[in-house]
């Protein structure tokens, strides 16, 4: 039998929708988000949703546009749910094969905050864990979870395994998550073992290794301080070369 | 002042260069790997490095391809190698913008075994810890790594932030790492602070997560083990609709 | 001897910049741009050029967003500008690797589009003909490339060969296209063999193709309309199975 | 009504199938590479089918690695082959979203070449068509065909709308194109229309498009000669800077 789950109960996790409705309840990514949120909700998790088109983020490699002649920048209320969560996941809908435009924004605004860093002096997202999910109706949930997963441990998060999740159906396009068809009683997608696995495994090692984190007070502190790695034996002091004849 | 390190001298760690020089001694991302090796045997860690074309590997998705009628297939006795180091690092030369295609071969390898279990049912490679190094003299470090932390991710390795690092020149051809150049008396990039910086980072958060998975039995049990995810509050058990009007 | 250029003057291009700069002068990308439209108008060609922040587009994968509920939407303009044009050069900003939130959102429009057809019944952007510049400081250009050649091709442009270039200095953070910097009296990159090499290229490729498409009226009719690919000895007529044992 | 079909007889087409079968007849990609095939054998062209398995091709950016040291290396009798045609159409299946190694391995050994100029000066592969045919079970058609298509633009092939394309289906692991499955009598894929018009439309665009250039004499000179780019107005006489205020 499996050991007891962990008490996740004092986690925090935001997840933050990058579709291109406006509404969110037209968004079909948001019924997967809604899927992996409720198992969090389950074991008592503090989860917060961003559904990024109910805010006006402003363009620009820069913290707070409205310091630099935005009319107005919602980011920076954004930044503080994500910065107060230990988990943040990622969903976007697939559009030629890449991620929309507006998860993209998300990337760029936090990545505008990665000269930050944290009270150990470590880049400003390490501790936390991320993760992505992506839906489409035709093709490219790995390419988009290369780019969302890539990011996000550019910039500090931690990545556990299979930390990527998503619906598509067959080749072309048709029915997204959640649509209604003709000839059938439930939506599409809904009953798909795979997604369902993988969200759910998804969900479950993004909380473990949250808690791991938490438990060592963050990610471990030494050889990873930006400004400090010469302090320790450091890629500059070991010998390229090899051996000669 | 950073806390002591934690004693990592338990740990295992594995680099395998997909390099497209058959002899080592040509290969430049050999030259970096060495660099973030020389880093793990300071601190204890048992270090071994395969470069893949010191050995003769079978294409095809099986685990031993001569019981597929390949009079030949090394693989075996390398995925033995992999599966007992903690740590995994891909080192590959960057042709096109993308890795080569031994490091294509390596994880196609790899992936092949994706059917098996480790002790708890997790996916096989549940546990360990992955990260890449990749080196060309032109573009595309990033979409390289991409790839390989994807891929490493999916099929059960944990990555820690920052897991990849690099080196390439100006755009255009020109001199890969190591390489000397006329009017320098130092091997081109061994000096760049970015590189040896994110070199040093990534091995030291290699070693940390290591440690926090090798100290808690491998990557925790629940939710996880990919024939029991219905024993768990799961994605299929949540509510995706939105609350209607 | 080359043979003398044709007569280009009849063709119009649009550049269309996707830099997270609100002011086009503080745009890196743009100034690429103006060196590769500088050669079209020297060879007569009326170019157009789109500093895409300039306006405001509206998100969504719809043609007019006022349509839709949105206060404004300015893509619709824009549309009339690209379609009015034989080529189309995409240009980028790299931000971890990838395009821009703003490319992005501008592939999006027009992808929305692409339900709508020619005079010939072929997607609307048959005939035209597609390239990209990218610029950045660090990593990427051959990645965001590959998105936008692929998006523009699939939406029905042509692409000529080597129909993308761009500048980004060595690996890490530095100064972009056009920066002064201590100790030279030159912009970076402004004397980069490649680069010019690479967009003087690039940009006469365009040229070509969009002459070659134009004197033949534009991409030619067979097998390529939608809706009557059934006409035509098709896929589906043909056998797929191998010749057995 | 459609105007009649060119002549297309007098081209020659070379597919090149990257499958990780060693046998052609096991291989699902082979299937739809015969389907394109069918099309063109049908107007006429001369088909060169090439399964890579087949043949012993060396590892490294060599032109012929017999000459540096390998015992064999069937390459430079393929190289031939893609030379001797108009159309190059790369086939591969997709493994965790990406190409096989033997299609990066293709790519690679075409790659090396282009340091050779064909007859106008121009890189080799100027004058030729390229597009991709891809399958897999589950997901990355479109990343796959952005990389071959990438790579063949790169090298000198002209990229005709719509060049790429493929078939998978619904998310996860599953039958692959043109297995049997039960309760279906028609192999899995056979039928779907999408594939089978976007198989139709690239086979036809690709010989539209090689037909434009063998009758222009390949692809237009002027601008685009690599060692004479500079005798004509290029990049490096344009002035990059924004008008100032």
């Known amino acids: 039998m499996a050991p007891p789950l962990p008490d996740f109960s004092d986690l925090r996790a935001v997840y933050v929708n990058g579709s291109l409705q406006y509404d969110a309840a037209d968004s079909h ?5 809604r899927r992996s949120a409720g198992i969090m909700r ?15 983020i402003a363009f620009g490699m820069v913290t707070d546009a409205t310091e630099h002649g935005r009319p107005r920048d919602d980011w920076p209320g954004l930044q503080e749910r994500i910065m107060a969560a230990d988990i943040l996941v990622l969903g976007t809908p697939i559009w030629l094969g890449e991620p929309s435009s507006v998860t993209a924004l998300v990337i760029e605004r936090m990545y505008a905050y990665s000269g930050e860093r944290n009270d150990h002096g470590q880049y400003l997202y390490y501790g ?3 993760g992505c999910i992506v839906t489409g109706n035709e093709d490219g949930v790995k390419a988009c979870s290369k780019q969302l997963l890539y990011a996000l441990q550019h910039i ?3 990545i556990p395994p299979q930390a990527d999740c998503g619906w598509i159906g067959e080749v072309g396009p048709g029915a997204s998550y959640g649509d209604t068809v003709e000839g059938s009683d ?10 369902n696995r993988n ?15 938490r438990d060592a007070g963050g ?4 050889g990873n ?16 070369d090899p051996v000669g004849p």
């Open 42 to 56: 389950r074991q008592g998790v503090d989860v917060d949703v961003v559904h990024a088109l109910d805010h006006e």
């Open 225 to 240: 301080v930006a400004d400090r790695w010469t302090e320790v034996p450091n890629a500059a002091d070991q010998d390229p």
């Open 186 to 195: 439930r939506p599409v997608g809904y009953d798909n073992d795979f997604t």
């Open 156 to 158: 500090g998060y931690s």
């Open 128 to 130: 936390k864990v991320g």
């Open 29 to 33: 990514t948001m019924r997967l988000i």
């Open 199 to 213: 969200t759910t495994i998804m969900t479950y090692n993004l909380l473990h290794l949250a808690r791991l984190l």
């Open 219 to 222: 990610f471990p502190v030494g």
